[in-house]
């Protein structure tokens, strides 16, 4: 079990599992960058995470809810997780209470994403984890969850089987070890850089290890030596 002073960002998961090293740049050297992409999300999310409760006749809407596991060592904040009443037909066990509320009501998660719909690991990790801290914090067993993309108005169902509730548990631990390493991980470009906000913080052509300081100056400024060391 975690410490209160020790529980980090349930959204960094959505980071490491992109790129550790974007995770350790944001969470350990504290850099950040905005891009198209991320200015959309933070208006995505202004928009539905103003905290507040709507009551319909077998569903309740709950908004930004605070998340936290002690288990898992993270805390964060839910868009939104609907209450669907269960039927007195189901087992009674299942789900949870509400306050003031007749009935038993399975907790379902719905995080909200920019963009069209798409499978993402991060993304369903990140959903799944919000998940296990409902269940911690509600003493209940989740089943599902969705992640609405605003673009195209469209939800992707996402089961919390085990083999997810397993990657989300190792991805904490990683996250945990990252942070606590306080080292950033070294440099590979690959194709999905150029979707990352951070890559002119990142620089990963002249930090990867496979190329020198000097070599990735020569690519991006044409720099030559000759054998005597004078700039030609």
């Known amino acids: 079990m975690f410490s209160e002073d020790d529980l980090l960002p349930l959204s960094a998961l959505q980071h490491l599992l992109f790129c550790e090293r974007r995770a350790a740049l944001?969470?350990?050297?504290?850099?950040?960058?905005?891009?198209?992409?991320?200015l959309e999300g933070s208006h995505l999310h202004k928009k539905v995470d103003d905290p507040g409760l709507e009551?319909?006749?077998?569903?309740?809407?709950?908004?930004?809810?605070p998340l936290r596991s002690l288990r898992l060592g993270l805390t964060g904040k839910a868009d939104i997780v609907e209450f669907h009443r269960i039927e007195s037909s189901e087992v009674s066990a299942a789900g949870c209470s509400l306050a003031g509320v007749k009935g038993r009501w399975m907790p379902f998660p719905v995080e909200y994403k920019r963009g069209k719909l798409r499978h993402e690991d991060g993304y369903e990790v990140q959903l799944c984890a919000q998940a296990l801290c409902l269940e911690e914090m509600l003493g209940c067993e989740i089943q599902s969850g969705s992640i609405f993309y605003n673009k195209t108005r469209r939800r992707l169902d996402v089961n919390f089987n085990s083999e997810l509730r397993d990657t989300t548990e190792a991805a904490a631990q990683r996250l945990h070890s990252l942070i606590a390493s306080g080292i950033t991980p070294r440099a590979f470009r690959e194709p999905k850089c150029e979707h990352c906000s951070l890559l002119k913080l990142c620089?990963?052509?002249?930090?990867?290890?496979?190329?020198?300081?000097?070599?990735?100056?020569?690519?991006?400024?044409?720099?030559?030596?000759?054998?005597?060391?004078?700039?030609?």
Do not use: H, K, M, Q
């Not at 009551?55 to 809810?65: G, H, K, L, P």
């Not at 002249?206 to 030559?224: D, K, M, T, W």
């Open 203 to 232: 620089l990963p052509e002249g930090n990867a290890p496979e190329r020198s300081a000097a070599r990735y100056l020569e690519a991006v400024f044409g720099l030559r030596e000759d054998r005597s060391g004078r700039p030609p």
């Open 55 to 65: 009551a319909r006749v077998d569903v309740r809407i709950a908004r930004s809810i």
């Open 26 to 38: 944001v969470y350990i050297e504290g850099l950040w960058a905005e891009n198209v992409a991320t």
